[in-house]
Nanobody
Framework: QVQLVESGGGLVQPGGSLRLSCAAS????????MAWYRQGPGKERELVAR???????IYADFVKDRFTISRDNVQNTVYLQMNSLKPDDTAVYYC???????????????WGQGTQVTVSS
């Protein structure tokens, strides 16, 4: 199994910044992709940003030019730098990893517990 520990959420004023972190540990042979999703009040969970092991990044349109996803392949950690935050960014943010767990190609999809981000004055 793979465990994910998220940190960095909190309350911030509109226009402010936060940095989320998610550290993965456990049965990890290769971290294929790491991503952040979010779920706002009364909304479905949606992809925010994703980064592959090769460094390819994709972003949701609503966060382009404001959020940056990055990863530390040594520490098995993914980050989400969030700038110019808006009240609409208020949500629980979830870390997601797609992992190859052994030499034989077994893969798994794992989720963090979520961290609350609240943007309000």
């Amino acid at each position: 199994q793979v465990q994910l520990v998220e940190s960095g959420g909190g309350l911030v004023q509109p226009g402010g910044s936060l940095r989320l972190s998610c550290a993965a540990s456990g049965s990890i042979f290769r971290l294929v992709a790491m991503a952040w999703y979010r779920q706002g009040p009364g909304k479905e969970r949606e992809l925010v940003a994703r980064i592959t092991s090769g460094g390819t990044r994709i972003y949701a349109d609503f966060v382009k030019d404001r959020f940056t996803i990055s990863r530390d392949n040594v520490q098995n950690t993914v980050y989400l730098q969030m700038n110019s935050l808006k009240p609409d960014d208020t949500a629980v943010y979830y870390c997601n990893v797609f992992v190859q767990t052994n030499l034989y190609g077994t893969t798994g999809d794992f989720w963090g517990q979520g961290t609350q981000v609240t943007v309000s004055s």
